[in-house]
């Protein structure tokens, strides 16, 4: 049962992970509807923003309530955008309610169901096991990009693909969302009851998470918002400039396996200062691509792809390792709201796209933001293996966050 509870998991990601591949559609509908690169750029801003807010709202609902009715409001809310993006996609301000703010709400507000599930039926490999139900999230922009520019080559035009997508996409969330099940005489935590979020605010592990997920969600958001005209702006075909995107999101699928079980063996702290690295060389690589062989923009793309996956498997994990996985709902969220604050250099970069025609000047802004951000989470991050804040006791059958909230060892 619990294996099917992973594969059922990430096939819902898979069709909630949509937002990844929004620039597959920014030339056609520059072309069709004459819109401008700020204003398709701030509809991809304006979905991660809310789908942070959202996953706060999603993750509270379901620590009260259970992943039920959560999935059936984000399949209505996904039917509903995409069909709506549809109809109405060639009037903007409707475009951009449809796929910034519907969109993602559908998508934030069952995101967290799959995964903390997945946790309680594998406590012991919370990060391995994170990283595999999240990957269907991070596979859903492989497979939209490249239904999407198929069927765009065949004279399909976007309002189409969107159509295509919330006929099949929204069904699929809903029939896999109801399958999901808690584990056996899984109880209602202590943890849950007594928790208060509040107590987050001076809790320095929680800002260290905060830190390390917007130095390691900012590149990648500024990059793949901006892929394929980034590979065209670095003289690579049409062809090659679409397969950014795939590579990209290919490394998101590994890196959050590859990163779960690096954090189960080596710990958070290593794992985060070690995709950080790595992240900041990605991005030199993308800069060496602009004066020099522009096919070093493809394993770039690559390596900043496993990087940004790994976040999603590092900070669901210790989130729960931390505060107790019975308030991952709660808290998770939170520290997702980095990937939103993270997600307004995209709006600096389309600006910057208008106003000076290249990409080039959006990636120095990324990298030295990532830098700072990067410095902040390794001074924090000494604390990431202590208790903070008294956190409530935890549920009986949770050994790993009882020895934290005790002190043993």
Not at 167 to 180: E, H, Q
Not at 283 to 306: K, N, T, Y
Request: some cysteine.
């Amino acid at each position: 049962m619990k294996y099917l509870m992973l594969l059922v998991g990430s096939v819902m990601l898979l069709c909630l992970g949509t937002a990844g591949a929004w620039s597959v559609f920014i030339p056609p509908l520059q072309q069709a509807h004459g819109y401008s690169a700020f204003q398709l750029q701030f509809i991809f801003t304006t979905a991660v923003i809310n789908f942070a807010l959202m996953m706060i709202i999603g993750g509270r609902l379901y620590d009260r309530h259970g992943a039920r009715p959560l999935v059936i409001l984000s399949a209505v809310t996904l039917f509903t955008a995409w069909g709506l993006a549809a109809r109405w996609g060639h009037h903007y301000p409707l475009l951009w309610l449809s796929i910034g703010v519907l969109g993602s709400a559908g998508s934030a507000l069952c995101y967290v169901c799959p995964i903390a599930i997945a946790m309680h039926w594998f406590p012991h490999r919370r990060g391995l096991v994170g990283g595999l139900t999240a990957t269907g999230y991070a596979g859903g922009p492989i497979l939209l990009s490249l239904l999407a520019h198929h069927l765009m080559r065949q004279n399909w035009t976007p309002a189409e693909v969107f159509a295509l997508v919330g006929f099949i996409y929204a069904p699929v969330v809903l029939i896999c969302g109801l399958a999901l099940k808690q584990p056996p005489g899984h109880p209602l935590p202590l943890t849950y009851q007594t928790f208060q979020r509040r107590t987050l605010i001076r809790d320095r592990r929680f800002w260290a998470l905060f830190a390390g997920m917007f130095a390691g969600t900012l590149p990648y958001l500024v990059v793949m918002a901006n892929a394929k005209p980034l590979g065209l702006a670095f003289a690579l075909s049409d062809r090659t400039a679409t397969m950014i995107i795939t590579i990209m999101a290919a490394g998101n699928v590994s890196g959050r396996i590859l990163w779960g079980m690096v954090n189960d063996r080596a710990g958070p702290r290593i794992a985060m200062l070690l995709m950080h690295g790595l992240t900041m060389l990605s991005l030199f690589m993308i800069l060496l691509a602009g004066v020099g062989p522009a096919g070093l923009l493809l394993p770039a793309g690559l390596l900043l792809g496993i990087c940004y996956g790994g976040n999603f498997s590092v900070y669901p994990a210790t989130s729960a390792r931390l505060f107790g996985p019975h308030v991952l709902g709660s808290v998770y969220p939170f520290i997702m709201l980095a990937q939103g604050i993270a997600s307004l250099a995209t709006a600096v970069n389309g600006w910057m796209l208008d106003r000076y025609g290249h990409p080039y000047a959006g990636l120095f802004f990324a990298t030295g933001c990532t830098a700072v951000a990067a410095v902040c989470c390794f001074l924090l991050s000494r604390r990431l293996e202590h208790p903070g804040v008294p956190q409530a006791a935890p549920a009986a059958d949770d050994e790993e966050a009882a020895e934290l909230v005790s002190g043993t060892p």
